[in-house]
């Protein structure tokens, strides 16, 4: 599963006066995510675009620092803007038989995980290590919960992409971060992999959340991302 799957917004835990109120992770992909009072940000270095998800009104923004251009909606209505940019299949992927299997424990940027091998149809899939720090894996089931609302509407395009749907590896992810996930081709090709290099706590301004000034609104997705 891409990070896209950990692209949503989150409801804040409480947090003690003076202790810090976020999260910052950074990824071997260059990537970071900001996790604070109940919104996330995501700053891609694939596409140079940064995306933005509010879990208190429900909507994200999505916007090109280098256009100066934003899109922002709900969830309804960016599956409204997907269903017209990806066409619905006449036939969808086999569904695999999914098992869920754990691997041990690693300790990845400071914080321990556990590992789960994640089998399909027998062969493996994907091996995920999700974070057992409690007061993430609390932040993170909600950005989960709304990210499966925002990806609810995009549809499968093979039975790989139809593992990351299923109810037992939702469940998986929903338990805690994930910090690290290696996926693999014919159970023993690693065709992808991401990693949290550094997890921190910090105090994060309510800016960081927000478009930034001038930036001009666009009905469409594909003018930030063409």
Request: aromatic share 8%; proline share 5%.
């Amino acid at each position: 599963m891409t990070k896209p799957a950990l692209l949503f917004a989150i409801i804040a835990v409480g947090f003690a006066p003076n202790a810090l109120a976020g999260w910052v992770a950074e990824y071997t992909s260059g990537d970071v995510v900001y996790i604070s009072s109940g919104k996330m940000k995501q700053v891609s270095t694939e596409d140079g675009t940064s995306s933005l998800f509010d879990g208190k009104t429900g909507k994200s923004s999505v916007f090109s620092t280098s256009k100066k251009i934003y899109w922002q909606g709900t969830g309804e209505e960016f599956c409204a803007v997907m269903k017209q940019l990806i066409p619905q299949l006449d036939q969808k992927p086999a569904k695999p038989s999914i098992s869920i299997e754990p691997a041990g424990n690693e300790t990845i940027a400071g914080t321990v995980t556990r590992k789960y091998q994640v089998m399909a149809d027998g062969h493996l899939h994907s091996e995920v290590w999700v974070a057992e720090n409690q007061e993430l894996a609390n932040e993170s089931k909600a950005v989960n919960k709304l990210g499966e609302e925002f990806s609810s509407c995009i549809p499968a395009q093979s039975t790989e992409e139809m593992v990351d749907r299923d109810p037992a590896y939702l469940k998986l992810v929903n338990q805690g971060y994930v910090m690290k996930e290696v996926t693999y081709l014919d159970g023993n090709m690693p065709v992808s992999s991401d990693e949290v290099i550094s997890l921190r706590q910090e105090n994060i301004p309510d800016s960081e959340f927000e478009v930034p000034a001038g930036f001009r609104r666009v009905q469409s997705l594909m003018e930030i991302w063409q």
